[in-house]
């Protein structure tokens, strides 16, 4: 059937998508499941698609598989031994997917938190009133220091990145502000929005009941709040979203 | 034989000729009846206090307004895109000369008379639906809008008339071709216009305007229409249209194929196929800009909307989004690879190429659909340390996402490339040139994209927005745009090198047509979904809550399965159609007469 020597083409598709697989699970830290699927998904696709572009290739690809499941007699003993462990595994691997589905475990089911909701109708247009005021910044970020020091450390640590005592008891944990993902993709108005109402203010799509984030408009007044947003941005150097 | 044959006709007459005048008659009085709606709201009290009604029964009102609310729009995109390039078919026959194109252009014409009066019963179901289920909302909707019902139902009538006489009158006008143009014109300026009526209701819900009073009825009713989001979404809507008529017909053309008994029809529903892909793929590229800029629209109009849209609950399903549109590409692209191989000489030569694109196109679908904040476990997340991955969330969000689907749209262009010069060979003196310019800018356009999506990570978002982004459509169409005028005054008078073999493609090709086809349907149900329900607990945005046990946003999956049976139920009724529609008439089409040709000849019949 090959007339050209070389590696067979289905191994080298089962070798793709081995290469595939083990790159993507050494990317650190680990990717979860749901997204090593994706891409393996996608693999098997892309692979596929080439295999069956040309003729030869379809043939050459697909050759095999034919004769593996139509059997071919005049084949040696070796190969019908291979042929029959291989027809013998499918049922099996089949089983074991089966059970691994069904057997219960502990883990809780993955969860589809919403990180950033939309803030309520009120906050949106809200703009830092101590922006206004360019020649008493340094008397705001010292106040903004202050707030932080005192009540934000413990959780969102002395580096800003989520990493303070208590971080480690916390899920969802406290929110890295160094990371291209929090306070750099927000507006002021809605990280004022955020320390004001904390974990219960949020949405319900936002399990509120799972966040550790304090509400803060209670124990802090609106010019503290205002300052500690002005210090985070610019303690992590990011500059606050805006539109327009 | 006969007997069932003529059974067969008598339903196919049935259906094609009276079925569409009774839908259109019930929608026509379920339009004029709505303002008598309004009076009797006026009038009686009793009726006004009724804001809900519901049939629990059918799964509740609200699903049951939702799936007919969504098959009447997949019918309507598909007549109004279909007659958009029935009609440029038919101007190519009458410029080339060329009797295919003008065969193409009445089949394709066929398909739109025959789903026509689904899409007029669909939306008088609808209405009757929205009048039963939703008085109230109804009431206010007509309360600023009852001018527009009239404009409405007289350009419904008139439309309907266009496209009788388009239709029926194909044959007899063969020899006036240039009255047959005017009236196919007329029949898409009109299903634009009504369109765009129709888009304002439905944006207004979504971005509604404060209306002035003492105005007069027709001022009311534009004032309302023309809202932020009414030009986005029509221009969004049309193109849209055009891809899911294109992919439905190749999707009719692969099963066609597949089921094709003669040679001649295995070259014509080939060739179809590839026409349908064609128009397809060619909407689709500019399609993602349309997109791009109802968002920002949406965003400037409304915040909280948008970041519900996008960074809300609902931004699982621009994930879901972009798996539909990647598959779409690849599927396109892999059409296009098929076509390459099997209908033209010395296609091995393609092969490193092909891989190429295979390649990107497969690493711009990875990072197109990496979410922003990850599906995880306890476990997982923990690992991860939160659902924001260090490595990868980089590729979640917009600046990759954009150079991505760029990328994508730029492969898929040059895939059309390589398979539109495939049998020609260039006369003109500055061919070598052409080509290295050709490539060139293909390639340039690419590094700008890499280059600026990088570069996004960089600046504040204004500027990634505002500048970055639209530089990089403004890179994409400019390289579509100049590369095309290129290569069509390159091949003027071009060689062909060989000639296509049409007929010979596999099956599989048939099925990635049926899988495009399928892809827009989805897509069209899944974003149809999100723009409604971006409203969230609102009729009319701001204005008009919903009071209903159904002002609640169903979780995902419940969300996903409706739109599943929206798509589902689509199909089985456009199969139905196009069944009917192609049931042998009086005239019979011509390929029950051919000789049927054995499969040698099938492959040395070629066309072109």
């Not at chain 2, 997949?74 to 065969?103: H, M, Q, S």
Request: with cysteine; net charge positive.
């Amino acid at each position: 059937m090959n007339t050209r020597r070389g590696i067979p083409l289905l191994v080298k598709f089962v070798a793709v998508l081995v290469g595939v697989y083990v790159g993507v699970r050494l990317v650190r830290p680990p990717l979860p499941s749901s997204l090593v699927m994706m891409y393996m998904t996608l693999t098997v696709c892309g692979v596929l698609v080439y295999v069956s572009i040309y003729a030869e290739t379809w043939q050459e690809f697909s050759a095999p598989l034919v004769e593996l499941f139509r059997g071919s007699p005049e084949r040696g003993g070796l190969w019908q031994g291979g042929r029959q462990v291989v027809l013998g595994l499918i049922p099996l691997l089949l089983g074991f997917g089966v059970y691994q589905k069904v057997t219960p475990s502990f883990t809780p089911p993955a969860e589809q938190r919403v990180v950033h909701p939309a803030p309520p109708f009120e906050v949106m247009g809200l703009t830092n009133p101590l922006q206004q005021r360019p020649d008493r910044l340094q008397e705001h970020l010292e106040l903004g220091a202050r707030v932080y020091f005192q009540n934000c450390v413990y959780c969102h640590g002395d580096r800003f990145d989520g990493e303070g005592h208590f971080a480690h008891g916390f899920n969802p944990p406290p929110a890295n502000f160094v990371d291209a993902g929090t306070i750099a993709q927000l507006q002021e108005s809605y990280v004022f929005w955020r320390v004001s109402t904390g974990g219960p203010g949020l949405p319900a799509e936002s399990t509120p009941w799972n966040s550790a984030m304090p509400k803060w408009d209670t124990m802090l007044n609106e010019e503290e709040r205002w300052a500690v947003v002005l210090y985070l941005y610019h303690q992590t150097g990011w500059k606050p979203r805006t539109w327009e | 034989m006969t007997n069932l044959g003529e059974h067969r006709r008598w339903i196919a007459g049935l259906l094609r000729g009276r079925g569409s005048l009774i839908a259109q008659l019930v929608l026509l009085i379920g339009l004029l009846s709505i303002p008598a709606l309004g009076l009797a709201q006026e009038t009686s009290s009793a009726s006004a206090a009724v804001a809900y009604r519901d049939l629990p029964q059918l799964g509740g009102s609200r699903n049951l307004v939702w799936i007919v609310a969504q098959i009447h729009l997949l019918f309507a995109g598909f007549v109004l895109g279909v007659p958009i390039f029935a009609w440029v078919c038919e101007v190519i026959g009458v410029r080339t000369g060329d009797p295919r194109y003008d065969k193409l252009a009445k089949e394709f014409t066929k398909l739109l008379t025959a789903a026509y009066s689904t899409t007029a019963l669909f939306g008088a179901i609808l209405l009757f639906a929205l009048i039963a289920f939703y008085p109230r909302f109804m009431g206010v909707l007509s309360d600023v809008f009852y001018a527009s019902y009239l404009a409405y139902a007289a350009l419904f009538l008139l439309e309907t008339v266009t496209l009788y006489l388009y239709w029926y009158g194909w044959d007899s006008m063969q020899d006036r071709k240039g009255l047959h143009l005017t009236l196919g014109f007329l029949l898409n300026a009109l299903g634009f216009f009504l369109m765009m009526i129709a888009n304002g209701w439905a944006t207004f819900q979504n971005s509604p305007v404060v209306l002035p009073e003492n105005l007069t009825g027709w001022e009311r009713a534009w004032a309302g229409i023309n809202n932020p989001t009414f030009w986005p979404l029509n221009i969004h809507r049309v193109i849209g249209n055009v891809v899911l008529g294109g992919f439905i017909c190749g999707a009719y053309a692969g099963i066609r194929y597949l089921s094709a008994t003669t040679a001649e029809e295995r070259v014509h529903y080939d060739w179809m196929g590839y026409v349908g892909n064609f128009i397809g793929v060619f909407g689709l590229l500019p399609l993602p800009f349309a997109g791009y800029w109802l968002t920002m629209e949406i965003y400037r109009y409304n915040q909280q909307m948008g970041i519900t849209l996008m960074g809300g609950f609902l931004s699982w399903l621009f994930i879901i989004q972009a798996v539909l549109i990647g598959v779409l590409f690849l599927g396109s692209n892999y059409y296009f690879w098929l076509g390459l191989a099997y209908r033209t000489e010395g296609a091995e030569r393609h092969k490193k190429i092909i891989l190429l694109m295979l390649i990107v196109l497969l690493l711009c679908f990875g990072v197109w659909m990496t979410p922003h904040s990850l599906v995880a476990s306890l476990q997982e997340a923990r690992a991860i340390g939160g659902t924001h991955h260090p490595v990868l969330s980089v590729l979640g969000v917009m600046s990759a996402k954009m150079t991505a689907v760029n990328l994508m749209i730029l492969i898929s262009f040059a895939s059309f490339l390589l398979y539109w010069r495939a049998n020609k060979v260039e006369t003109v003196s500055w061919a070598k040139g052409a080509r290295v310019a050709q490539v060139g800018m293909i390639v340039l356009g690419a590094l700008y994209l890499l280059w600026s999506g990088v570069y996004g990570y960089f600046v504040p978002a204004v500027v990634r927005v505002y500048v970055l982004s639209v530089s990089q459509v403004l890179v994409v169409l400019a390289v579509l745009i100049l590369v095309t005028v290129i290569s069509i005054l390159s091949m003027r008078n071009a060689r062909e090198s060989g000639v296509l073999r049409w007929g010979r493609i596999p099956p599989r090709a048939s099925y990635a047509l049926v899988l495009n086809a399928l892809m827009v349907i989805l897509l069209m149900s899944l974003m149809g979904y999100a723009r409604s329900s971006s409203r969230v607990h609102w009729h009319i945005y701001g204005l008009l809550e919903d009071t209903s046990p159904y002002a609640f946003s169903p979780a995902l999956g419940e969300a996903s399965a409706v739109m599943a049976s929206c798509a589902f139920i689509f199909c089985l009724i456009v199969s139905f159609i196009f069944w009917v529609a192609s049931l042998p008439s009086e005239k019979a089409s011509g390929f029950e007469k051919a000789e049927p040709a054995s499969a040698v000849v099938a492959g040395e019949l070629t066309a072109r």
